[in-house]
């Protein structure tokens, strides 16, 4: 189908219905010999600094910087059904809440499960995302998606992942953003020194249809990461660098508003965004279950829609616990 005449047509609801088909029929198969699930809780508490606080996915920009203060709390759970078969969830929420700004303070709850078995020839997988964004104590944003994996361990050093992406957006007070989207990318790993050094790259291509063509884009998603870990002054350290590019042409033309005395909006050339984000993160474990993590990111977006076309870095530093 020609990418002009596609329609946003909602998702989420069958791909979930039968993602929880096939997570039930999964289950019912299981031995009885399954092992008991653990149990792993986190709670973080910190601060970061934006210089530009923003919300992105409305093309709200302040140009201004502000402080935050940071509160993740979250439980995981892992199942070995049995030697193959493994079962995960988990539940997390996320709460920011700015010194100056607090209209953009942010709330987001999430809840994931995957399901994977590992076969002779590689690992099939399958997972279910849901996260809520409450945006100054109002609902804003809901996210599902629906993931299919293929993963594969070659010797010792090399892993490879490849992976179709379902996803809904849906907007509370902004339906033309609503939209589903097609990512289909892959993953490459080299692990070094024990296990304990890495270096990954990544691609996805990225097909977003919105309720309003304003809103849909195509997209190339290219990213790469380098972690080390190490001993620092007798304690468990880790360092990660890491880089995102995005690059996304639009179908229809940009909204701008305009700067006449009657409120108008006016159209501009087709919106054309491209993105890179540069990260810097060092956490130091203190314990066996509480350390501490400063990090910095840096992001360019670039877009010939003014209210998209910015830069922001954002420097953080938590107290991270683990149990």
Same mark, same amino acid.
């Given at each position: 189908?020609?990418?002009?005449?596609?329609?946003?047509?909602?998702?989420?609801?069958?791909?979930?219905?039968?993602?929880?088909?096939?997570?039930?029929?999964?289950?019912?198969?299981?031995?009885?010999?399954?092992?008991?699930?653990?149990?792993?809780?986190?709670?973080?508490l910190?601060?970061?600094?934006?210089s530009?606080?923003?919300?992105?996915?409305?093309?709200?920009?302040?140009?201004?910087?502000?402080?935050?203060?940071?509160?993740?709390?979250?439980?995981?759970?892992?199942?070995?059904?049995?030697?193959?078969?493994?079962? &995960?969830a988990?539940?997390?929420?996320?709460? %920011?809440?700015? #010194?100056?700004?607090d =209209?953009? @303070?942010? *709330?987001?709850?999430?809840?994931?499960?995957?399901?994977?078995y590992?076969?002779?020839?590689?690992?099939?997988g399958?997972?279910?995302?849901?996260?809520?964004?409450?945006?100054?104590?109002?609902?804003?944003?809901?996210?599902?998606?629906?993931?299919?994996?293929?993963?594969?361990?070659?010797?010792?050093n090399?892993?490879? &992942?490849?992976?179709?992406?379902?996803?809904? %957006?849906?907007? #509370?007070d902004?339906? =033309?953003? @609503?939209? *589903?989207?097609?990512?289909?990318?892959?993953?490459?790993?080299?692990?070094?020194?024990?296990?304990?050094?890495?270096?990954?790259?990544?691609?996805?291509?990225?097909?977003?249809?919105?309720?309003?063509d304003?809103?849909?884009?195509?997209?190339?998603?290219?990213r790469?990461?380098?972690?080390?870990?190490?001993?620092?002054?007798?304690?468990?350290?880790?360092?990660?660098?890491?880089?995102?590019?995005?690059?996304?042409?639009?179908?229809?033309?940009?909204?701008?508003?305009?700067?006449?005395?009657?409120?108008?909006?006016?159209?501009?050339?087709?919106?054309?965004?491209?993105?890179?984000?540069?990260?810097?993160?060092?956490?130091?474990?203190?314990?066996a279950?509480?350390s501490v993590?400063?990090?910095?990111?840096?992001?360019?977006?670039?877009?010939?829609?003014?209210?998209?076309?910015?830069?922001?870095?954002?420097?953080?530093?938590?107290?991270?616990?683990?149990?």
């Open positions: 189908m020609n990418k002009l005449t596609k329609k946003y047509e909602p998702k989420n609801a069958p791909t979930g219905l039968a993602f929880g088909a096939l997570l039930g029929s999964l289950l019912l198969s299981l031995p009885v010999q399954a092992q008991t699930p653990s149990l792993n809780l986190q709670l973080d910190g601060a970061e600094y934006d530009n606080v923003s919300v992105k996915e409305l093309d709200r920009v302040t140009n201004t910087g502000d402080w935050a203060g940071v509160i993740n709390v979250g439980a995981k759970t892992h199942w070995a059904a049995t030697d193959k078969l493994n079962v &995960r988990g539940i997390f929420h996320d709460h %920011k809440h700015y #010194t100056e700004f =209209e953009f @303070d942010l *709330d987001v709850s999430r809840g994931n499960v995957e399901v994977s590992d076969f002779s020839a590689l690992t099939l399958v997972s279910h995302d849901v996260a809520l964004a409450r945006l100054d104590q109002q609902d804003f944003l809901q996210l599902a998606q629906t993931r299919l994996y293929a993963s594969k361990l070659i010797g010792q090399v892993y490879l &992942r490849g992976q179709f992406t379902q996803q809904n %957006k849906s907007f #509370t902004q339906p =033309e953003r @609503d939209a *589903d989207s097609k990512i289909w990318g892959g993953d490459i790993y080299w692990f070094m020194n024990q296990a304990n050094s890495f270096v990954s790259f990544g691609v996805d291509r990225d097909d977003e249809v919105a309720q309003l304003n809103y849909s884009y195509e997209g190339v998603n290219l790469a990461r380098w972690s080390h870990k190490f001993t620092f002054l007798g304690l468990a350290s880790q360092t990660q660098l890491g880089w995102r590019y995005s690059d996304r042409d639009y179908q229809g033309p940009a909204i701008e508003p305009s700067s006449n005395a009657l409120g108008e909006t006016e159209a501009v050339d087709n919106r054309a965004d491209r993105q890179q984000h540069w990260e810097a993160k060092w956490t130091l474990g203190l314990n279950n509480v993590a400063a990090k910095i990111d840096y992001a360019d977006y670039q877009s010939n829609l003014a209210s998209a076309n910015y830069q922001e870095t954002v420097s953080s530093v938590q107290l991270q616990t683990r149990f």
